[in-house]
């Protein structure tokens, strides 16, 4: 069956929209609408934030990698600092008091030998490839009598640390003897006496404190 509606168009009653269309038009509108959202928080909100963020990592990057220099910086004057302490440590564990190798010195000195002069010459710097040298004591000395044995027994005597002389010879390498000379006196009973020079050679400063280190160490480790 077929109905016409022959009322004008004005008084004919408003046609509904369909349900199905409804739900389309108000789905795309809620679409448009998330988006519209979307872009604004994006654009507003996510967007500074995320350029912000980015700013505070580029300046804590840069203030670590500011740190690490200064760090390494202050490592090498660590280094540095640490390097002179050992060598003035050296130094000091090297040195030698020679107040305390007069005195032993005087000590070795027997009755029939005396000494005329005694000369010190400092170290040489090493040449390039070659070992350091340790500074040189000269002794002159006379020695009474014609026996030749009383210089040889007054160098054992120096090289045997006795009592008297404790620690004397542990600075030194080893002890040159270019030789002697026969001369006469005649204040003396014998009239006669050699005139002999000794030049004890002493370690580099290096090797007294490495020795005088070791010594310690040993010492410390011994029970009581």
């Not at 928080?41 to 700013?55: D, G």
């Not at 020679?98 to 005694?118: G, S």
């Not at 040489?124 to 044995?149: F, I, M, W, Y």
Request: positive net charge.
């Amino acid at each position: 069956m077929i109905r016409i509606n022959l009322l004008p168009a004005e008084l004919r009653a408003a046609e509904r929209t369909p349900f199905a269309k409804m739900l389309l038009i108000i789905g795309g509108t809620v679409i448009v609408a998330l988006s519209i959202i979307m872009l604004a928080f994006v654009h507003l909100i996510w967007l500074p934030s995320a350029v912000n963020l980015r700013e505070q990592r580029d300046v804590t990057r840069d203030k670590v990698e500011t740190r690490a220099l200064d760090n390494d910086k202050l490592r090498s004057q660590i280094n540095g600092f640490e390097h002179r302490r050992k060598t003035i440590k050296n130094i000091f564990a090297g040195r030698i008091l020679w107040a305390k190798k007069l005195d032993q010195i005087c000590d070795l000195f027997p009755e029939d030998v005396w000494l005329d002069r005694m000369e010190l010459r400092a170290a040489r710097t090493a040449a390039k490839g070659q070992d350091a040298e340790g500074p040189t004591l000269t002794l002159s000395c006379h020695v009474v009598g014609n026996d030749e044995s009383r210089i040889a027994d007054f160098l054992r005597t120096i090289k045997q640390n006795t009592s008297a002389s404790e620690d004397f010879y542990d600075d030194f390498l080893y002890v040159e003897r270019p030789g002697w000379k026969s001369e006469h006196f005649k204040d003396f009973k014998e009239q006669t006496a050699f005139a002999f020079k000794l030049i004890l050679h002493m370690k580099p400063l290096e090797a007294r404190a490495s020795s005088k280190g070791s010594k310690a160490s040993s010492s410390a480790k011994k029970p009581e």
